[in-house]
């Protein structure tokens, strides 16, 4: 199976700040990657695919990068409505994985 | 607008069974692959199942093989998820989640609200 780790499990930023995510495989994935939402309660919701390619309907200060085995998101400026816990997501191999979630509180 | 609504989720003994069921509009149902994912209170996502848009495939993780099976019913747009032998650690969230489109069905694209499945003695 592939292992994902995310780093950091959790992050205290302010409004405005700029804010980055690592995810990294255990193996390859080329950029078969993506990136999810969550808020406390609610179901995940999809932000990005193929490592970089936003879902419609995402802001643009949501951007992502990578290949092979490291990678990243970022938020340029934080927004209230973006604290959450993120989740990379390999899409290479069965059985698909998750990271362990990164968690975003406000300073 | 894609619309995914899961039920069926309960408490359950442990060793007892369970349907969860996932009822889909919005889309052409069966043009899509389809994914069971869970959640344990606290802790992160873990991808159950997924069937083909047809049901003639499926793939599984390896701790519910042979004792979780996906199935659907296009003529009903539901996806369901039979689960028996049940273990405390099967307890959490079920989430159904379509897959997002075609050569892109591993990623997860809307997800249903959920439904809290509860394994204890």
């Known amino acids: 199976d592939i292992q994902m780790t995310q780093s950091p499990s959790s992050v205290s930023a302010s409004v405005g700040d700029r804010v980055t995510i690592t995810c990294r495989a255990s193996?390859?994935?080329?950029?078969?990657l993506a990136w999810y939402q969550q808020k406390p309660g609610k179901a995940p919701k999809f932000l990005m695919f193929?490592?970089?390619n936003l879902h419609s309907g995402v802001p643009a200060r949501f951007s992502g990068s990578g290949s092979g085995t490291d990678f990243t998101l970022t938020i340029s400026s934080l927004q209230p409505e973006d604290f959450a816990t993120y989740y990379c997501?390999?899409?290479?191999?069965?059985?698909?994985?998750f990271g362990g979630g990164t968690k975003v509180e406000i300073k | 607008e894609v619309q995914l609504v899961e039920s069926g989720g309960v408490v359950v003994h442990p060793g007892g069974s369970l349907r969860l069921s996932c009822a889909a509009s919005?889309?052409?149902?069966?043009?899509?692959?389809m994914h069971w994912v869970r959640q344990a209170p606290g802790k992160s996502l873990e991808w159950v199942a997924l069937?083909?848009?047809?049901?003639?495939?499926?793939s599984y993780t390896d701790s519910v093989k042979g004792r979780f099976t996906i199935s659907r019913d296009n003529s009903k747009n539901s996806l369901y998820l039979q689960m028996n032998t049940l273990r405390v650690e099967d307890s959490g969230f079920y989430y159904c989640?379509?897959?997002?489109?075609?050569?892109?069905?591993?990623?997860?694209?809307?997800w249903g609200q959920g439904t809290l499945v509860t394994v204890s003695s």
């Open positions: 989640a379509k897959g997002y489109r075609s050569g892109l069905y591993n990623y997860f694209d809307p």
């Open positions: 919005g889309f052409t149902f069966d043009d899509y692959g």
């Open positions: 069937i083909s848009g047809d049901g003639g495939s499926t």
């Open positions: 193996q390859t994935i080329s950029t078969w």
């Open positions: 193929a490592a970089s």
């Open positions: 997501q390999q899409a290479k191999s069965f059985p698909l994985t």
